[in-house]
């Protein structure tokens, strides 16, 4: 962990990120023309609905969080149950218990999948109807491979407590460092300390910050969602859009996406500064919600958060309507 007051750290620097295999993460470039030229993509994978609630394929992590946050992770059967996964009007919805109030550091139920199937690249489409966000919450859409942080992580949404704009970051090991080149084309305001993307003791990944209000929390929730998109292309790198409701590319709403007629990717990982898939690869897609952990805890009060991040989660109050709410994911391939 970073030796330097938070209050310090605040005046000094953009804040910093976090991984979700341990432990914490922050970042305008504005560039031109996306980095993609035209490529004809197919669908091969399309989750969505009951897929969400199938554990042949994503498997729902049972147990503590690796965060240290104070939820417990629970099966499928038992989500069911409790009612934090289920699927309404096609849209599977994935939540955490808020029913009532709980001793002080006592975890709350709470979902995270991973999807069985893995991948090494392609072009990846998820449309969220809405998100949980606010005080003490941690939640995340990313992909990780295994022997982490040998593999990678790809981090396309994460927040914590009522920030309020989206956190893409790029988590990698190996001998080799990665990091932004900041000669590239992307909007996002980049982050990145001495060690790069190189995950160290400290958690840190390289990150970018998204300048949109609605992409993340209640600017995302009250734009009515929208999609995120992250295209894992192993000879140019990896790229990472976000378009709300309204200004969602036809060509994505018919099936056909074209990245090439997109504007500028929010982040972009360039194969000039990284050996894609030398330290990307075989990576799972994940969704999650944590309370309080790591990341959240340390920016609690700095986000005007009330009192102690346990305190907050105590109350079962304090997360009506904290949901993921997940019209689909889709998963294209180059022809």
């Not at 942080?149 to 407590?161: A, F, K, Q, Y």
């Not at 009515?224 to 292309?233: M, Y």
């Amino acid at each position: 962990m970073l030796s330097l007051p938070l209050a310090l750290l605040f005046s000094l620097v953009p804040l910093v990120f976090t991984s979700h295999n341990e432990d914490l993460r922050r970042s305008p470039h504005h560039h031109g023309q996306s980095p993609q030229s035209s490529v004809t993509y197919h669908l091969k994978d399309h989750y969505t609905g009951k897929a969400f609630m199938n554990e042949s394929i994503w498997k729902y992590r049972v147990g503590n969080d690796p965060t240290n946050g104070l939820v417990n992770y629970v099966s499928h059967a038992t989500a069911a149950k409790e009612g934090l996964a289920y699927v309404q009007n096609g849209v599977a919805v994935l939540k955490f218990e808020n029913r009532g109030d709980l001793p002080l550091n006592k975890p709350r139920n709470s979902t995270r999948i991973s999807s069985v199937k893995t991948y090494s690249s392609g072009l990846f489409i998820a449309d969220f109807a809405r998100m949980p966000f606010g005080c003490a919450v941690w939640p995340a859409y990313w992909s990780v491979g295994p022997n982490w942080p040998n593999h990678g992580e790809i981090d396309v949404i994460e927040g914590v407590d009522t920030q309020s704009t989206n956190l893409i970051s790029f988590h990698t090991g190996g001998s080799t460092a990665c990091s932004i080149d900041t000669t590239k084309n992307f909007t996002g305001q980049v982050s990145q300390p001495p060690s790069g993307c190189k995950t160290t003791s400290s958690n840190q990944g390289c990150g970018f910050w998204d300048s949109q209000t609605s992409s993340y929390g209640s600017g995302f929730n009250a734009a009515g969602g929208g999609v995120f998109v992250h295209l894992w292309d192993n000879s140019k790198g990896i790229s990472v859009w976000h378009f709300p409701r309204s200004s969602i590319p036809q060509d994505i709403l018919s099936g056909k996406p074209n990245p090439a007629l997109w504007p500028a990717p929010v982040a972009f990982l360039s194969s000039s500064k990284c050996n894609i898939p030398t330290h990307f690869s075989s990576h799972q897609l994940v969704i999650d919600t944590t309370l309080c952990g790591g990341f959240a805890t340390a920016e609690y009060s700095h986000y005007g958060c009330p009192g102690t991040c346990p305190g907050f989660v105590a109350k079962g109050s304090n997360f009506n309507n904290v949901m993921w709410m997940i019209n689909y994911i889709s998963v294209y391939q180059p022809v």
